[in-house]
């Protein structure tokens, strides 16, 4: 950690912060030191900030009286996390249709309203209580000094969302905000060659230790460093967010920024989810503020995920339904964290490919196979029907019988070979409006 970032995070934010009586600089140092405790130690913390929650819900929140009522649980039914499992889940329908029900009878405390696109399909919207943002705000902080990136460190941005266009005095204090964290970002929503190069040039002068950004913007200017023969030589990490990595995005970054990437995943709902430390041995899970568990009480295929934070109490959200498929290592990491450790999350339910017998194709194969496939720069597969894939492809090339006979018979190899694939050359390929990439489009229902 630079000097610079020891005086922000040591002394400057906490003056802050605690200038406006919020909590941020508490939950940043406990939760530095709430990481090295054991697994155990941070399942009896979870389980007494839950039974806080569960109080809170049983007294004051109309929806889960409701709920849980109709379910015919009591409170003192559920008296450790194993009784936490039998409460029925919450939907993401349930939650846009008792939005205000969900929150807790006589809150007064400051509360933020916050949407999330509708890229699995159903938008949500919800609000985050000010105390929520302290934790939050502080699991963030802690995942991307595990990658290098603590708050001070200089850092590049390369951004999926357009930045609207903001008024004069927001503008200002943002840009003061991010000079003040040594924070350069860019919005990469519309990619092309002047945009990498005007981003390169101003990376090149500004000497950035770390780079975030979405998957997608990360692997495009990596191509564009590559094809240009240019470096920056001083990164240290790489934090890619908002899509799934997957291995070939880590050499295609570890060959042209000389750093290793750092997953992370994380919601709108729930900020920071979970995050890799330098063992890239799984996503830790940010224990302390959440309760992550898979539908599925297995560790041995990928289940939903539901979510619980507890910390958020503007608006309760136990057993949430995310819409995301994960699973859990049996081992622990071998960095020493107790943080229980995520092996993968799969991404988004509507996002999964599936061979005609039902089984869930692994979201790996398909960048897997196209990064033998020289002529494809980008691309994105989407289950038409159950008997038909249809993979959209921007190419630099035209595509050689070769790379044809190639696709398709690795193809048939995972799906079956009763699947017809079809190879569709475009322009581009569509972003989301969030700015997202979307690898894969699962069958639609
Ligand atoms: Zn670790």
Redesign the pocket.
Known sequence: MTAYSRLLEGALIPLYYRARGRAYPLRRSFLESSQWWSSRQISDFQWQEASLLLDLAFEKVPYYQEKYKAAGIRREDIRSIGDFRQLPPLSREELNENRERLRPVGHTGKVFAHATGGSSGVPARFYVGMGSYDWRSAATARAYAWAGAATGEKTLYLWGAPIGTPSAFKRTKTDLYRLMRRELVFSTFLQTAELWQRIYESAHGFRPTAVVGYVSSLEQFCHFLIDHNLRLNEINGVIAAAEPVFAPTRELVARALGAPLFNTYGSREFMSIGA????H??L?VHAENLIVETEADTNQSPSELLITDLHNDGMLFIRYRIGDVGWFSDAP?????G?P?LKNVEGRTLELLRAPDGRIVPGELIPHLMKDIKEVREFQAEQKRLDLIVISVVLSGSLSEHSQTLLRSELAKAFGAGVHVEILPVESIPRRQSGKRQVTIGLQA
């Open positions: 890799e430390c330098d063992r041995e799984g830790h990491c071998s960095c020493g964290r943080l450790l």
